[in-house]
T-cell receptor, first 115, second 118 residues
Framework: AQSVAQPEDQVNVAEGNPLTVKCTYS??????LFWYVQYPNRGLQFLLK??????LVKGSYGFEAEFNKSQTSFHLKKPSALVSDSALYFC?????????????FGKGNQVVVIP | GAGVSQSPRYKVAKRGQDVALRCDPI?????LFWYQQALGQGPEFLTY????????KSGLPSDRFFAERPEGSVSTLKIQRTQQEDSAVYLC????????????????FGAGSRLTVL
């Protein structure tokens, strides 16, 4: 079984400061890792994914994430946060070797960027 | 269509009523998923279709929940005899390829159907 932990409920950051949203995962095999963002009354939107290769993954809107196998982490980062980045962020994992096709999501982190 | 369309966006049901939620995926997308998102929680997997075949329904919480995709495009999630614990946002997502070809497929989500059971 696969699972994701997002330990912080809310992340507050001043506009222009670096933003980090934490995620750790648990799988029995090799992970496929994803970050999605959810704005109010909108569906989840894909930001980036890690499949294999370079541990640093770059995605949409200036976001990036670093895969760390030893720490089983996949933290989302942005060097300079914008007010428009305020939203709900979800980390998700799929263990492809587990033979299932479902994504396991974390509970989400509310990001608040303060002007 | 340009995106995944879900209807109704909001549904209020009295306990014991049956409800049907519709998902219209992106045209040509092979895979279709249903997720349930309770308030303050992340989405939880319900069921998965590849074309018209329901390959995984292990996430459906009870036999009151039923999903179908008879022609491999539009899908309907039906909940019979609704209970208060069924109150949630029901998300539909689709992806271009079947899951057997790429477990790394990106899902495109609809805006969801918010169900409130009184």
């Amino acid at each position: 079984a696969q699972s994701v932990a997002q330990p912080e409920d809310q992340v507050n950051v001043a506009e222009g400061n670096p933003l980090t949203v934490k995620c750790t995962y648990s799988v029995s095999g090799n992970p496929y890792l994803f970050w999605y963002v959810q704005y109010p009354n909108r569906g989840l939107q894909f930001l980036l994914k890690y499949i294999t290769g370079d541990n640093l993954v770059k995605g949409s809107y200036g976001f990036e994430a670093e895969f760390n196998k030893s720490q089983t982490s996949f933290h989302l980062k942005k060097p300079s946060a914008l007010v428009s980045d305020s939203a709900l962020y979800f980390c998700a994992v799929r263990d492809w070797e587990d033979g299932n096709n479902r994504l396991a999501f974390g509970k989400g982190n509310q990001v608040v960027v303060i002007p | 269509g340009a995106g995944v369309s879900q209807s109704p966006r909001y549904k209020v049901a009295k306990r014991g009523q049956d409800v049907a939620l519709r998902c219209d995926p992106i045209s040509g997308h092979v895979s279709l998923f249903w997720y349930q998102q309770a308030l303050g929680q992340g989405p939880e997997f319900l069921t998965y279709f590849q074309n018209e075949a329901q390959l995984d329904k292990s996430g459906l919480p009870s036999d009151r929940f039923f999903a179908e995709r008879p022609e491999g495009s539009v899908s309907t999630l039906k909940i019979q005899r609704t209970q208060q614990e069924d109150s949630a946002v029901y998300l539909c997502a689709s992806s271009l390829q079947g899951e057997m070809y790429s477990g790394a497929n990106v899902l495109t989500f609809g805006a969801g159907s918010r169900l409130t059971v009184l």
